[in-house]
C-alpha cells in the first residue's frame, strides 16, 4: 500500500467515524503534532488523549468532507485539506477548515502539522 492509499484509509476510517481506531493504527509511538497556534504535542499516548477529549466535547457532527489529499511517494509526505462542521456540547457550533501535513515512516505517521481557520 503506498501512502496515498494510507491516507486515503486514514481519512475513510475518520469520515467513518473511527477517529481513535484509525489513530491507534496510523500513528508512531513517538509522534509528534503541532497545532495551528504552534503548540508541540509529543507522544502518542498524549496525542490520543487530545483526540479522545475533542470526541467528548461534540454534540453533533453536521457534515464533513475532504477537499484535496496528496503524497509524495519519495519524501514521505501527505497532505489532506479537510472540513468539519459541529455543534458541541456547550451549543456553539462551529465549521473547522484545515490542512493536515504528515511525515510518514514506514506505516506510521511520526509527524503532524495543522493549519486551520482559528476560531474568534
Known amino acids: 500500500m503506498n501512502l496515498l492509499e494510507k491516507e486515503q484509509e486514514l481519512q475513510s476510517m475518520v469520515s467513518q467515524g473511527q477517529m481513535l481506531e484509525a489513530f491507534d493504527k496510523f500513528y508512531h509511538e513517538n509522534v509528534v503534532m503541532i497545532e495551528g497556534d504552534g503548540i508541540e504535542y509529543k507522544g502518542k499516548a498524549t496525542n490520543r488523549k487530545r483526540n479522545e477529549e475533542w470526541l467528548d466535547m461534540i454534540a453533533e457532527m453536521h ?4 477537499g484535496a489529499m496528496s503524497a509524495n511517494e519519495e519524501t514521505g509526505y501527505t497532505m489532506t485539506e479537510s472540513w468539519v462542521d459541529v455543534s458541541f456540547k456547550n ?9 493536515s501535513v504528515k511525515k510518514w515512516d514506514g ?9 486551520y481557520n482559528a476560531p474568534g
Do not use: A, P, Q, T
Open 107 to 115: 506505516d506510521l505517521i511520526v509527524h503532524e502539522r495543522f493549519y
Open 91 to 99: 451549543g456553539n457550533r462551529m465549521k473547522v477548515e484545515e490542512v
Open 63 to 66: 457534515g464533513g468532507g475532504i
